[in-house]
């Protein structure tokens, strides 16, 4: 891969996914990263209007299609529409423009496990279809299955080539730290601020019991690389293959801050379903990839990238 275009490159996971392919492709390559700065993917004109103005002059390979509008917490709850709405245009165009202006690039879009059932089994790929996602996502999460019939259409119709990879909680340097963001981020946050002013406690939403499967930023790059690669499958589970509850997240995070106070759970505040585990044997049988990084690891890691920063 030498030229390559990435939506949603200004997002968590886009820009790490740019930085690393901007280390591969080298100087003669040329890798784009589409931010909603640059362009209003949601909006039709302006999508093409950029196409057409950008694609000249290079003949991209690959597209990786991050661009989403999503939020943690309970807003989803409240914003089903705009949800929807936002994100089905972004993934229609973004289609109709690869289709359009580079029927030669490979596609591939990373997409959530919150498409899946909520139950306590790790879900196998095949549980995508004849299934419905969680109330509270449900808006988001069928958008994001809609993505998955629109690469198949646009194959079968046009013989593009595309692949999608579905993951977990994503945690790492460079995430975002504040109250209302995805549980992992969140709490690093609140646990490296209240031991840097040392605050007597921390709050943390639900009882602690709650189940999540975390990818480390970079074990997520590697992952989503070599299923770009490598992977002749629609859609293909990436993830460590195991969940951590609240509780032991919260411990690892305790001891990575320095955190000396105490932790109050509170079971009134949302949390989400349960249990989100993926089925992953797959990814190892298909492109010969598993996650590397240890929960341990990677949240003294993140922990210590989010002091330096919050230092500055």
């Given at each position: 891969m030498k030229n390559i275009l990435v939506t949603g490159a200004t997002g968590?996971?886009?820009?790490?996914?740019?930085?690393?392919?901007?280390?591969?492709?080298?100087?003669?390559?040329?890798?784009?990263?589409?931010?909603?700065?640059?362009?209003?993917?949601?909006?039709?004109?302006?999508?093409?209007?950029?196409?057409?103005?950008?694609?000249?002059?290079w003949d991209c390979d690959h597209i990786f299609h991050l661009a989403a509008l999503y939020k943690a917490g309970g807003w989803p709850v409240e914003h089903p529409a705009t949800?929807?709405?936002?994100?089905?245009?972004?993934?229609?165009?973004?289609?109709?423009?690869?289709?359009?202006?580079f029927p030669k690039a490979r596609f591939t879009s990373i997409v959530s496990y919150c498409m899946?059932?909520?139950?306590?089994?790790?879900?196998?790929?095949?549980?995508?279809?004849?299934?419905?996602?969680e109330e509270y996502l449900f808006s988001y999460a069928m958008t994001k299955k809609a993505l998955l019939i629109g690469q198949r259409a646009y194959q079968q119709e046009f013989k593009l080539a595309s692949t999608s990879v579905v993951l977990p909680t994503v945690y790492g340097p460079?995430?975002?730290?504040?109250?209302?963001?995805?549980?992992?981020?969140?709490?690093?946050?609140?646990f490296v601020r209240a031991a840097q002013n040392n605050l007597p406690r921390v709050e943390v939403w639900g009882t602690g019991s709650q189940e999540r499967e975390y990818l480390f930023i970079e074990d997520?790059?590697?992952?989503?690389?070599?299923?770009?690669?490598?992977?002749?499958?629609?859609?293909?589970?990436?993830?460590?293959?195991?969940?951590?509850?609240?509780?032991?997240?919260?411990?690892?995070?305790?001891?990575?801050s320095g955190f000396k106070g105490e932790?109050?759970?509170?079971?009134?505040?949302?949390?989400?379903?349960?249990?989100?585990?993926?089925?992953?044997?797959?990814?190892?049988?298909?492109?010969?990839?598993?996650?590397?990084?240890?929960?341990?690891?990677g949240i003294a890691k993140t922990v210590e990238w989010y002091k330096a920063a919050s230092a500055q």
């Open positions: 968590f996971i886009g820009r790490s996914l740019t930085r690393r392919l901007q280390e591969l492709a080298g100087p003669d390559g040329r890798v784009i990263g589409l931010g909603s700065q640059a362009v209003d993917l949601a909006n039709r004109t302006a999508t093409f209007d950029w196409f057409d103005k950008n694609h000249w002059g949800q929807f709405f936002v994100n089905m245009s972004i993934n229609v165009n973004v289609l109709e423009a690869w289709k359009r202006y899946y059932p909520p139950h306590d089994n790790a879900h196998p790929e095949t549980e995508l279809w004849g299934t419905e996602p460079g995430d975002s730290f504040a109250e209302n963001s995805h549980v992992m981020g969140a709490l690093i946050g609140k997520a790059v590697d992952g989503i690389l070599a299923a770009a690669k490598k992977s002749d499958r629609d859609v293909l589970n990436l993830g460590p293959g195991r969940t951590y509850t609240i509780r032991e997240i919260v411990e690892f995070i305790r001891t990575a932790v109050v759970y509170n079971p009134t505040r949302f949390t989400g379903v349960q249990k989100r585990l993926l089925d992953v044997r797959l990814a190892k049988e298909a492109i010969d990839w598993s996650a590397e990084t240890t929960i341990e690891a």
